[in-house]
């Protein structure tokens, strides 16, 4: 047990400095219009929770996947020390994947920005029992409209989903990073890290995981920004306790550098990075991107997109 | 009682946050709105902080005692960043009916008349505190969490809390000599040793607020 706050001494002495003002209290009527509206908007996310019919559909937030993979999952990664950003760990008789830079794809507002990524079934918040997932992503370049996400088992024959399949899943995504926001982030990687631990202050569990947090949940999109997958590269192994290992595998065994982040005594799989261009590649053994562009509306082909390979 | 309610609310069950809200709701929106100083931001600040709670309930432990410090720590991640929190709901902000401009009583304009100038004291307080300080501070001293439950609330060690608030000790300290030090001796509080910075009702008010025209010069 930790020992409690000696009460009546430094607590006392804080209230006699700067006592609480007053007791505000909620209107009784606004409090029901609250717990009505909590009441009925969690409602609306049970009706369209996994384990309801196909076809209603499941809001979630666009970050989801790739934040899973990289805070829920438990390690496989073999790191041997923790004492500073520049730790290298060598993997003997790995060849590094090179999937070369992204092209330039423009993207306007009103447009949705195109993912194609394989995953584990286990990150893919899909219901049917597969062991792989192919998961696509429809986002507003905006932010501001509903996006698509469609989740099945990896096609065979054709790289895309097909929509109306009865295996293929549907999701409404509410949110997604705004990619006028990305464009504006520094390219610079030290005034980037500066920027994402401004950004992050306060947040836990430790500062450092909070901003490997942040870094991993903007890397996909961050692909189509000129720069800036190298910049986020280079500002997340500069984080403390960040153990960099060559020679690290995603989901379809394309080999990059991985860069990892213990916490509380488990390791997280690496995010792994193209080895030259530093474009973001997957999260190892659980994921991988595979294609990412512009399309026009949600549920489309993309108009303009860059393929990674199939590795 | 409190053990399955846990589980409950880790199962995603309604009617345990119907009742995590009857429970919780007044002391979020108390903590809100001493801490932004503003109702109508304490108000989305309640309804983020539920919605958040269902979108994070996995995360609960199954052991533990009240999840008051649960939710006092997800309404300080609310605060601390309201247009994050709010994007990631928009859809649901949307939904949510507009307050009246007015409350319908008038009884409790003027206790929300009465309370504002006290906000405005504690905010200027408040504003002399790191974030970090002012947390630990709000958390600790004006809703009641003893170290351990402010540790859990805001994810870091009880001996951080120690130290925050100790540091926040003398930052307030600092400035209320400061402040006591400016003020002219016939309007300072009758007894020695008791609060300038909040609290002021009657006559010391006005020397107050002349205290804080002349801190701003």
Same mark, same amino acid.
């Given at each position: 047990?930790?020992?409690?706050?000696?009460?009546?001494?430094?607590?006392?002495?804080?209230?006699?400095?700067?006592?609480?003002?007053?007791?505000?209290?909620?209107?009784?009527?606004?409090?029901?219009?609250?717990?009505?509206?909590?009441?009925?908007?969690?409602?609306?996310?049970?009706?369209?929770?996994?384990?309801?019919?196909?076809?209603?559909?499941?809001?979630?937030?666009?970050?989801?996947?790739?934040?899973?993979?990289?805070?829920?999952?438990?390690?496989t990664v073999v790191v041997t020390?923790?004492?500073?950003?520049?730790e290298v760990v060598q993997s003997p008789g790995a060849v590094a994947t090179?999937?070369?830079?992204?092209?330039? /794809?423009?993207?306007?507002?009103?447009?949705?920005?195109?993912?194609?990524?394989?995953?584990?079934?286990?990150?893919?918040?899909?219901?049917?029992?597969?062991?792989?997932?192919?998961?696509? *992503?429809?986002?507003?370049?905006?932010?501001?409209?509903?996006?698509?996400?469609?989740?099945?088992?990896?096609?065979?024959?054709?790289?895309?989903? *097909?929509?109306?399949?009865?295996?293929?899943?549907?999701?409404?995504?509410?949110?997604?990073?705004?990619?006028?926001?990305?464009?504006?982030?520094?390219?610079?990687?030290?005034?980037?890290?500066?920027?994402?631990?401004?950004?992050?202050?306060?947040?836990?569990?430790?500062?450092?995981?909070?901003?490997?947090?942040? /870094?991993?949940?903007?890397?996909?999109?961050?692909?189509?920004?000129?720069?800036?997958?190298?910049?986020?590269?280079?500002?997340?192994?500069?984080?403390?306790?960040?153990v960099v290992e060559t020679g690290v595998r995603d989901?379809?065994g394309r080999t990059g550098t991985g860069l990892a982040?213990?916490?509380?005594?488990?390791t997280?799989p690496a995010?792994v990075f193209?080895a030259?261009?530093?474009?973001?590649?997957?999260?190892e053994g659980?994921?991988?991107?595979?294609?990412?562009?512009?399309? *026009?509306?949600?549920?489309?082909?993309?108009? *303009?997109?860059?393929?990674?390979?199939?590795? | 009682?409190?053990?399955?309610?846990?589980?409950?609310?880790?199962?995603?069950?309604?009617?345990?946050?119907?009742?995590?809200?009857?429970?919780?709701?007044?002391?979020?929106?108390?903590?809100? #709105?001493?801490?932004?100083?503003?109702? $109508?931001?304490?108000?989305?600040?309640? $309804?983020?902080?539920?919605?958040?709670?269902?979108?994070?309930?996995?995360?609960?432990?199954?052991?533990?005692?009240?999840?008051?410090?649960?939710?006092?720590?997800?309404?300080?991640?609310?605060?601390?960043?309201?247009?994050?929190?709010?994007?990631?709901?928009?859809?649901?902000?949307?939904?949510?009916?507009?307050?009246?401009? #007015?409350?319908?009583?008038?009884?409790?304009?003027?206790?929300?008349?009465?309370?504002?100038?006290?906000?405005?004291?504690?905010?200027?307080?408040? $504003?002399?505190?790191?974030?970090?300080?002012?947390?630990?501070?709000?958390?600790?001293?004006?809703?009641?969490?003893?170290?351990?439950?402010?540790?859990?609330?805001?994810? #870091?060690?009880?001996?951080?809390?120690?130290?925050?608030?100790?540091?926040?000790?003398?930052?307030?300290?600092?400035?209320?000599?400061?402040?006591?030090?400016?003020?002219?001796?016939?309007?300072?509080?009758?007894?020695?040793? #008791?609060?300038?910075?909040?609290?002021?009702?009657?006559?010391?008010?006005?020397?107050?607020?002349?205290?804080?025209?002349?801190?701003?010069?």
């Amino acid at each position: 047990m930790i020992p409690e706050w000696p009460r009546g001494t430094e607590y006392d002495e804080l209230a006699e400095l700067l006592p609480a003002p007053g007791d505000p209290a909620l209107n009784p009527e606004r409090r029901r219009v609250l717990r009505q509206h909590l009441m009925s908007e969690i409602g609306r996310k049970r009706a369209a929770a996994p384990g309801s019919p196909r076809g209603r559909r499941l809001v979630v937030w666009a970050a989801a996947p790739l934040a899973l993979a990289a805070t829920v999952v438990t390690g496989t990664v073999v790191v041997t020390g923790l004492r500073g950003g520049h730790e290298v760990v060598q993997s003997p008789g790995a060849v590094a994947t090179t999937v070369g830079r992204p092209p330039v /794809i423009e993207m306007k507002d009103g447009q949705f920005l195109y993912e194609r990524r394989v995953m584990t079934g286990e990150y893919a918040a899909y219901r049917g029992d597969t062991r792989v997932v192919q998961r696509e *992503d429809w986002l507003a370049v905006t932010g501001r409209r509903e996006g698509l996400a469609l989740t099945g088992p990896r096609p065979t024959a054709a790289a895309r989903l *097909d929509p109306d399949a009865p295996t293929t899943e549907h999701m409404a995504m509410s949110g997604g990073a705004d990619h006028r926001e990305l464009r504006e982030l520094p390219t610079d990687p030290r005034q980037l890290l500066a920027h994402l631990y401004r950004e992050t202050e306060g947040q836990g569990p430790t500062h450092e995981e909070a901003v490997f947090e942040y /870094i991993s949940g903007v890397l996909e999109p961050a692909v189509l920004v000129p720069g800036l997958s190298e910049a986020l590269y280079r500002a997340a192994r500069r984080i403390p306790g960040v153990v960099v290992e060559t020679g690290v595998r995603d989901r379809i065994g394309r080999t990059g550098t991985g860069l990892a982040l213990s916490s509380s005594g488990t390791t997280r799989p690496a995010l792994v990075f193209d080895a030259s261009s530093f474009v973001f590649l997957g999260v190892e053994g659980t994921t991988a991107l595979l294609e990412i562009g512009v399309a *026009d509306r949600a549920g489309e082909p993309p108009v *303009d997109s860059w393929n990674l390979g199939t590795g | 009682m409190e053990h399955s309610l846990r589980d409950r609310v880790r199962a995603g069950d309604p009617e345990a946050f119907g009742r995590l809200f009857d429970t919780f709701a007044p002391t979020v929106h108390r903590h809100a #709105v001493r801490v932004t100083g503003n109702w $109508s931001t304490a108000e989305d600040v309640v $309804s983020l902080t539920f919605l958040e709670a269902w979108r994070l309930r996995e995360r609960v432990l199954a052991e533990g005692e009240s999840l008051r410090p649960w939710l006092l720590g997800i309404a300080t991640n609310v605060m601390r960043n309201m247009t994050r929190a709010a994007r990631r709901h928009r859809d649901a902000l949307a939904r949510l009916p507009p307050a009246a401009p #007015v409350p319908d009583f008038a009884d409790e304009v003027t206790q929300r008349l009465a309370d504002q100038e006290e906000l405005v004291a504690a905010q200027r307080a408040l $504003s002399g505190m790191r974030r970090a300080e002012r947390e630990v501070f709000t958390l600790c001293v004006w809703e009641g969490l003893d170290t351990a439950e402010a540790a859990e609330a805001l994810g #870091v060690t009880a001996g951080t809390v120690r130290v925050r608030l100790s540091r926040a000790r003398k930052r307030l300290r600092a400035l209320t000599d400061a402040e006591r030090a400016r003020m002219p001796a016939a309007a300072r509080h009758p007894s020695v040793g #008791v609060p300038t910075l909040a609290r002021h009702t009657g006559e010391d008010r006005c020397a107050v607020d002349q205290c804080a025209e002349e801190r701003r010069r």
